[in-house]
């Protein structure tokens, strides 16, 4: 997502089916200039139909003149089987409803 319309899109989309969540810093580092840092968080999402997820995730950002220039998200799992295809439709999906 580039820019402030698909961002929001993209955010509001997604926590529609987020009940609850939250994020503990597990690791944190930061270049010199503290312009770049990489943060590990353990994340658990609840999702409105009850579910619970668990997993960690690392974040990528960067700034430029004091504000975020880039922020990037890395998990350290990947959907496998139906939830895999279950994603896949749903990007789907949501990629041609919006257009």
């Not at 961002?7 to 089916?17: A, N, Y």
């Not at 840092?37 to 658990?44: D, K, L, P, R």
Request: aromatic residues 12%; positive net charge; hydrophobic residues 35%.
């Amino acid at each position: 997502m580039k820019g402030k319309d698909e961002i929001s899109e993209g955010l509001t989309w997604s926590f529609k089916s987020v009940k609850e969540f939250s994020f503990t810093v597990v690791n944190y580092f930061e270049n010199k200039s503290s312009t770049t840092a990489s943060v590990e968080m353990a994340t658990t999402i609840e999702l409105t139909n009850g579910t619970k997820q668990s997993f960690k995730q690392v974040f990528i950002i960067e700034t430029k003149n004091g504000k975020i220039s880039r922020c990037q998200a890395f998990q350290t799992y990947g959907p496998h089987g139906v939830l895999k295809v279950i994603l896949a439709a749903t990007r789907f999906i949501r990629n041609n409803t919006l257009k």
